[in-house]
Nanobody, 120 residues
Framework: QVQLVESGGGLVQPGGSLRLSCAASGSILIVYDMGWYRQTPGKQRELVAVITSGGTTNYADSVKGRFTISRDNAKNTVHLQMNSLKPEDTAVYYC??????????????WGQGTQVTVSS
């Protein structure tokens, strides 16, 4: 069974920084794309940033230049460094990974979500 566990959310003032981390564990053969999504009440979950196993990244326009996604393939972890945070970045952030487990078909997995609140 594959699990994604996130950490690093919290309350920060506008202009501040937070670093989110997500670790994939379980019987994993391959991890392809890993990414971060966010969701606010009443809205659809939206892509924040994604990184391929080769290190290619893609960002939502709203976070370009402020957020940086990175990963450690050996540890099956992905991080999101968030700088210059704005109140509109407030959301529940979810980790996602495209995984080939040991005894199941390739599938996407989600973490439980971590709250990020940007407020003075």
């Amino acid at each position: 069974q594959v699990q994604l566990v996130e950490s690093g959310g919290g309350l920060v003032q506008p202009g501040g920084s937070l670093r989110l981390s997500c670790a994939a564990s379980g019987s994993i053969l391959i991890v392809y794309d890993m990414g971060w999504y966010r969701q606010t009440p009443g809205k659809q979950r939206e892509l924040v940033a994604v990184i391929t196993s080769g290190g290619t990244t893609n960002y939502a326009d709203s976070v370009k230049g402020r957020f940086t996604i990175s990963r450690d393939n050996a540890k099956n972890t992905v991080h999101l460094q968030m700088n210059s945070l704005k109140p509109e970045d407030t959301a529940v952030y979810y980790c996602n990974a495209d995984v080939v487990p040991a005894i199941r078909a390739r599938s996407g997995y989600w973490g439980q979500g971590t709250q990020v609140t940007v407020s003075s």
